[in-house]
């Protein structure tokens, strides 16, 4: 099974801390996805990144940017935090697909993260 | 216009019940389906892709339609535990994945 572990489930932080988001994923996958979910809006890329230290802006990149360097691990960045941050962050792996196979992703836990 | 779009629901379906959920999406190139579960404040969960051809799990049952462009997700003899929100997701390219908003399903006893 695709394990995928994020560093925390729940996280609060004041306006303005810069805020650090760990990934990490057991299936030697390349390609990892930043997620934010929020009710209503569904789940919204941020950032992913096919391979180390190779990444690609998401749809709603603002006010944030991403660190990959370990394939395992991909960690996404809020350099200074504002309310609107507040969310449930998701990170996920993909399989690699190919001929036969479609690309499916793995999600883990989520951290829910707070600014106040 | 949204990539993907779901009813919200929430669907009320007693024990036993067979529920269906549509799914409709934009982009007539797209070119990988799933369908994703959900509970409530947890992660999605992949439930089936979705083949051209249709495929069925146990009692789930996915179904694709290109020319209208819709998703289908049929859940036969509801059980409690199917209670959670179900996630319509389309791949338009290898890391180009569009989520619905997701239709919520009640199991009543």
């Known amino acids: 099974d695709v394990k995928v572990t994020q560093s925390s489930r729940y996280l609060v932080k004041r306006t303005g801390e810069k805020v650090f988001l760990e990934c990490v994923q057991d299936?030697?996958?390349?390609?990892m996805f930043w997620y934010r979910q929020d009710p209503g809006l569904g789940l919204r890329l941020i950032y992913f990144s096919y391979d180390v230290k190779m990444k690609e802006k998401g749809d709603i990149p603002e006010g944030y940017s991403v660190s990959r360097e370990k394939k395992e691990r991909f960690s996404l960045i809020l350099e200074s935090a504002s309310t609107n941050q507040t969310s449930m962050y998701l990170c996920?792996?993909?399989?690699?697909?190919?001929?036969?196979?479609?690309?499916?992703?793995?999600f883990g836990p989520g951290t829910r993260l707070t600014v106040t | 216009r949204k990539e993907v779009e779901q009813d919200p629901g929430p669907f009320n379906v007693p024990e036993g019940a067979t529920v269906a959920f549509n799914c409709t999406y934009s982009n007539s190139a797209s070119q990988s389906f799933f369908w994703y579960r959900q509970d409530c404040r947890k992660e999605p969960k992949l439930l089936m892709s979705?083949?051209?051809s249709g495929n069925e799990d146990g009692r789930f049952t996915a179904q694709l339609n290109r020319a209208s462009q819709y998703i289908s997700l049929l859940i036969r003899d509801s059980k409690l535990s199917d209670s959670a929100t179900y996630l319509c997701v389309v791949n338009n390219n290898f890391n180009k994945f569009y989520f619905g908003s997701g239709t919520k399903l009640n199991v009543k006893p």
């Open positions: 996920a792996s993909r399989t690699p697909g190919g001929a036969t196979q479609t690309y499916e992703q793995y």
């Open positions: 299936m030697d996958h390349e390609n």
């Open positions: 979705v083949y051209s």
